[in-house]
């Protein structure tokens, strides 16, 4: 059973560009959660997604950012105009089907760089 | 003050020692998760705990509701256990508050 698979593992793009990040949980899991890593400092929440409905995104930036989870494919975190504090590693995480209390699973991160 | 702040921030130890990190939380909680993050930036979950107590190997977790207190314990610390720690909560809803972590050297 694959775990979460996150691409691409490292992307670079300069500022104004448009950066897109792809996310596919494990397999039976539909709950995604995406998370961001600035450097030196913790994670923080951005947003959780089910399929095809976004169920809390308190933690996305207002502008700029936007997440989807399609009923076909993976989950996409996409971030228009990457500016250089963008910069940081994005991870997602995945639980089970059945709501309730359940580990998440990471996936290896992807590391955004804005130069 | 951050919801969930864990204790020390960084520690050294010798292989072979019993090492333990600790997470206090300020809110309510439904649970608590231990996770790894190595070196190179991947992230394991350890465990996930609403009550008591859980082990798994050399690894203990402990968590006291009343005290919204949690413990990671380490047993026969090895070099291979060299990672940053991060204690994280569970509310009302599904997202992860995270502690900053703790950064776990151990030396042979």
């Known amino acids: 059973n694959a775990g979460v698979m996150q691409n691409p593992r490292h992307l670079v793009r300069r500022r104004g560009q448009e950066a897109r990040l792809r996310c596919s949980p494990m397999?039976?899991?539909?709950?995604v959660y995406w998370y961001r890593q600035l450097p030196e400092e913790g994670l923080k929440f951005m947003v959780y997604?089910?399929?095809?409905?976004?169920?809390?995104e308190s933690g996305m930036p207002k502008e700029r950012f936007s997440a989807e989870f399609p009923k076909e494919g993976p989950s996409i975190l996409r971030i228009q105009q990457v500016v250089r504090g963008d910069s940081a590693a994005y991870f997602c995480?995945?639980?089970?089907?059945?709501?309730?209390?359940?580990?998440?699973?990471f996936g290896p991160g992807t590391r955004l760089t804005v130069t | 003050k951050n919801e969930v702040e864990q204790s020390p921030q960084n520690l050294t130890a010798q292989e072979g020692e019993f090492i333990t990190i600790n997470c206090s939380y300020s809110?309510?909680?439904?649970?608590l998760h231990w996770l790894q993050q190595h070196p190179g930036g991947g992230i394991v979950s350890l465990f996930m705990?609403?009550?008591g107590k859980k082990k798994h190997g050399r690894l203990i977790a402990t968590i006291n509701i009343q005290e919204k207190h949690s413990s990671l314990h380490i047993t026969a610390s090895h070099p291979r256990d060299s990672a940053v720690y991060i204690c994280?909560?569970?509310?009302?809803?599904?997202?992860?508050?995270f502690g900053k972590g703790m950064k776990l050297t151990v030396n042979p």
């Open positions: 995480a995945s639980s089970p089907e059945l709501a309730g209390l359940y580990e998440q699973y």
């Open positions: 397999k039976g899991h539909s709950h």
């Open positions: 997604l089910q399929k095809e409905n976004i169920i809390d």
């Open positions: 809110v309510g909680i439904s649970a």
């Open positions: 705990l609403s009550s």
């Open positions: 994280a909560v569970q509310g009302g809803s599904e997202k992860l508050v």
